[in-house]
């Protein structure tokens, strides 16, 4: 599938951001294939192709497509090179058919950094210094979209001032959500996000605010089920988790690098009970399968929490054994045994975590150190500990 992604930018000039059999609809914002490609790169499933796909993600990161391109690429690149964002242009007309850039010039600039420090990651890793540094510093554009008034992440206009309702929870210019669900879109510096809004304390505040952390602790499914979900595409004018689409589903594992990692765990467990094996068991839209690999990958303790590198945060499984079959081409041991003996509703705090036998003390795993595990194994009890609360625990910042 990478591959073919690859081949698509070299036969029709592009790389698509929403390809559908050999049609580009242009549907969504941002740059998805960036975040798709450089993970399907750190993976290991990009051999003799690195070069190949380097090429066409440097292009579509620096550029934009020409008229005659079905594509739209990063529509809103031009003014996020020159100044650090992407304007918000409410009624623009849209050039080409499909979603547009411009009409969420917010959220859009937020994953544009995002790609940028993915690439920056790739780039490096082949030896492209220059741009390596270049694309790492546009990934601290997520900072020129940050309103100090308001504590919040805000569109800007053309003329670079902030527009729309000052109102995180009725911000405009953020794709299918506002600013509070957009608030936890950067995985490459949580840490540089963090202190923008104050330090971790804070963030806790704000995050135990998002998830209405206290409704949570004493009714999980109620919780979800009440205030977090408002109708399967309710994606606007709120200031709560929206557990059913794509903008924040990595939001729970924030508190990973807050130092309250047991939280992780109370939201996660929570969100999984919309998820059931009934006609409705599935919660929103699925797309292409976005939110049974969350339910799945949630289920087992082991969710990637930074798009397009290998960085893999923890919490406690539902399932006191998963037995996963790993490829060998990719994965040397063949296995890996996750273990929580005891896991339950009551009894899903991990006091402490084993991997190959040895203590581990860290939030996260890398895909190179999953690689060569056969055992991952966790010891739950009912209160949260101090595990995986060391201010060097967390999932580190990346460039």
């Known amino acids: 599938m990478a591959i073919s992604v690859i081949r698509i930018d070299e036969e029709s000039g592009w790389l698509p951001k929403w390809g559908y059999g050999t049609v580009e609809t242009n549907i969504m914002t941002g740059d998805p294939v960036t975040p798709f490609l450089t993970n399907a790169y750190q993976q290991g499933l990009l051999k003799g192709w690195e070069e190949r796909a380097y090429r066409a993600l440097k292009k579509n990161a620096d550029g934009v497509p020409p008229a005659g391109s079905p594509a739209v690429g990063r529509e809103a690149n031009k003014e996020y090179i020159a100044g650090g964002f992407a304007p918000y242009i409410k009624g623009r007309p849209h050039a080409k058919p499909g979603d547009s850039d411009y009409d969420h010039g917010a959220s859009a600039t937020l994953e544009y950094a995002l790609s940028d420090a993915m690439l920056a990651e790739m780039a490096r890793d082949l030896g492209h210094d220059a741009d390596a540094a270049r694309y790492a510093a546009r990934a601290q554009n997520y900072r020129k979209i940050f309103d100090a008034s308001t504590g919040f992440f805000r569109a800007r206009d053309t003329s670079g001032a902030f527009t729309?309702?000052?109102?995180?929870?009725?911000?405009?210019?953020?794709?299918?959500?506002?600013?509070?669900?957009?608030?936890?879109?950067?995985?490459?510096?949580?840490?540089?996000?963090?202190?923008?809004?104050?330090?971790?304390?804070?963030?806790?505040?704000?995050?135990?605010?998002?998830?209405?952390?206290?409704?949570?602790?004493?009714?999980?499914?109620?919780?979800?089920?009440?205030?977090?979900?408002?109708?399967?595409?309710?994606?606007?004018?709120?200031?709560?988790?929206?557990?059913?689409?794509?903008?924040?589903?990595?939001?729970?594992?924030?508190?990973?690098?807050?130092?309250?990692?047991?939280?992780?765990?109370?939201?996660?467990?929570?969100?999984?009970?919309?998820?059931?094996?009934?006609?409705?068991?599935?919660?929103?839209?699925?797309?292409?399968?976005?939110?049974?690999?969350?339910?799945?990958?949630?289920?087992?303790?082991?969710?990637?929490?930074?798009?397009?590198?290998?960085?893999?945060?923890?919490?406690?499984?539902?399932?006191?054994?998963?037995?996963?079959?790993?490829?060998?081409?990719?994965?040397?041991?063949?296995?890996?045994?996750?273990?929580?003996?005891?896991?339950?509703?009551?009894?899903?705090?991990?006091?402490?975590?084993?991997?190959?036998?040895?203590?581990?003390?860290?939030?996260?795993?890398?895909?190179?150190?999953?690689?060569?595990?056969?055992?991952?194994?966790?010891?739950?009890?009912?209160?949260?500990?101090?595990?995986?609360?060391?201010?060097?625990?967390?999932?580190?910042?990346?460039?």
Do not use: C
């Open 164 to 399: 729309g309702p000052a109102d995180p929870a009725q911000s405009e210019g953020f794709h299918e959500g506002t600013s509070w669900q957009y608030q936890w879109l950067v995985p490459q510096d949580l840490p540089g996000m963090i202190s923008l809004i104050g330090g971790k304390q804070a963030a806790n505040d704000r995050l135990d605010s998002f998830f209405a952390y206290d409704r949570l602790v004493a009714d999980p499914a109620k919780t979800a089920r009440e205030v977090w979900v408002n109708g399967p595409y309710a994606y606007y004018n709120a200031d709560k988790y929206n557990p059913q689409n794509e903008p924040d589903l990595i939001a729970p594992y924030t508190y990973l690098s807050t130092g309250q990692p047991w939280k992780t765990t109370d939201v996660v467990h929570a969100a999984l009970t919309l998820f059931t094996d009934t006609p409705t068991g599935m919660t929103g839209n699925d797309d292409l399968g976005t939110m049974s690999a969350w339910n799945v990958l949630s289920s087992i303790g082991v969710f990637p929490v930074q798009p397009g590198y290998d960085t893999w945060g923890l919490s406690t499984p539902v399932f006191e054994r998963v037995d996963l079959t790993l490829d060998r081409r990719y994965y040397p041991r063949g296995s890996l045994t996750i273990t929580a003996p005891g896991t339950s509703d009551g009894n899903r705090y991990v006091q402490a975590a084993r991997v190959d036998g040895s203590p581990y003390g860290r939030t996260y795993l890398t895909t190179d150190a999953l690689r060569h595990l056969t055992s991952l194994a966790f010891t739950v009890g009912a209160q949260p500990s101090a595990w995986g609360t060391a201010a060097e625990a967390g999932p580190p910042a990346l460039n």
